[in-house]
Structures are given as C-alpha cells and as structure tokens.
C-alpha cells in the first residue's frame, strides 16, 4: 500500500508569512508524528497526534507552531510569521502501536 | 528527557571495511530503535531493541542492547556502497516520541 506522503515537497516563503504542511498518513495507523529535521541534525520531535488529540506537544518551539488532525488522519502542520530560523525539513511519520514509525519524505521548507 | 549520544559524528571507510556506530545514554532505556537515512532521503526503520543484553542480526548488521540498556551498537560487517547513510539510535519515550540521536554519517570509498 501507499506510505505517508506530505506536501507540498519543498515551499518557499518570505519571513513574516504563514505556512501549512500536510501529512497523509498510512491508512489505518492511529499514531502520527511530526518531526523537524535541521541539516547535519536529527529529527526533533514536534507533536504526537493518537487519534484527533494531541498527546504531546511538547516539542512545538512556540505559539506560531500549531497542528491539527481533525478527522484522525491527514494533519496539518501550520506555522504563522514564519522566521528564518524556521528552515529546516519538516518530517511526518505514522505508526500503530508502540513500534517502526514510518516516515513520509519531508517538506523542505525555506524561509527567506 | 531521555538523550542519547551517538560516536562517531563522521566515518570513512573502505567498500568491505568493517562499521560500528555506538550510542549511549546517561539513563537506563526502555527500548532502543535505528534507523538509516540515505543522502536526500527520509529515516527508515531497522530495528527496535527491548531486551538487556539483546542482539540481533539482519544479513550483515548486527544490533546490541547492552546489559545495563544504557548503550547500543550497530556493526555492519564487509560495507558495501548501499550501506552510504546516516545511522540514527532513538530511544522511544512514553510519549511515544523518538529521541534522535545526532547521527553517525558513514561513506564509503569504492
């Protein structure tokens, strides 16, 4: 079957503006994740999503950082006054249970 | 939070030269997970470790947990150029969150 897609694949955007990263999970997988990839870095935790709830949000840097999965599948990562310092790739992942969390191929986002 | 180190940062070799990336941790793990990036590409499951003192194999990588589950390892053995990536350990936590290590980014002379 079909693994987790995002997108847009890359976005180009201009400090100040807003933003939103979608994520399509694999069907079927209650858990979804979000992820922020730096270069040279590891994934940084964003927000656990089990179901239509956040479970954690913990990593979100700040307020201008927001996600939503309203249905209990596709998610929206939603980032407002975008900053340079907000560059970076922004992972999805699924998974079922406590296991191999499956990774979507990223947004590249570039904030100018 | 649970934080992992991982050793080395960078590792060269040979094709058919040996690999070994190390993790460690200041704190007893529940379970450890790797995962392999390719260059341009996006984490990929390897395994997931749960055991004191576990180790397991998949064709030429071998994987440790060790007996105090503050540590890991993955040795991959005659490296080949698809073994090109960076190797990531990530502890899961309770809250279901990986905790990435910074990477061991191997590459490979052919």
């Known amino acids: 079957g079909a693994g987790v897609s995002q997108t847009p694949s890359n976005k180009v955007t201009e400090k100040g503006k807003y933003v939103e990263l979608r994520c399509d999970p694999i069907?079927?997988?209650?858990?979804l994740y979000w992820y922020r990839q730096s270069l040279g870095q590891g994934p940084e935790f964003l927000i656990y999503f089990q179901g239509t709830g956040a479970a954690d949000d913990s990593g979100l840097p700040n307020d201008r950082f927001f996600a939503v999965r309203p249905e209990g599948s596709v998610s929206t990562l939603k980032i407002q006054r975008t900053e340079r310092g907000d560059s970076a790739v922004y992972l999805c992942?699924?998974?079922?249970?406590?296991?191999?969390?499956?990774f979507g191929p990223g947004t590249r986002l570039t904030v100018l | 939070g649970q934080q992992v180190m991982q050793i080395p940062q960078y590792q060269h070799v040979q094709e058919g030269e040996d690999f070994t990336t190390y993790c460690n941790s200041s704190?007893?793990?529940?379970?450890i997970q790797w995962y392999k990036q390719r260059p341009g590409g996006h984490p990929v499951f390897l395994i997931q470790?749960?055991?004191?003192?576990e180790v397991k194999k998949q064709k030429r990588l071998t994987f440790q947990f060790g007996e105090a589950k503050k540590n890991s390892s993955l040795h991959i053995t005659a490296t080949q150029t698809t073994d090109v990536g960076t190797y990531f350990c990530?502890?899961?936590?309770?809250?279901?969150?990986?905790?990435f290590g910074q990477g061991t980014r191997l590459t490979i002379n052919p």
């Open positions: 470790l749960v055991k004191s003192g």
């Open positions: 704190t007893t793990l529940s379970n």
């Open positions: 992942a699924s998974s079922l249970m406590r296991g191999e969390q499956f």
């Open positions: 069907s079927g997988h209650t858990a």
């Open positions: 990530a502890p899961l936590g309770g809250a279901q969150k990986l905790v």
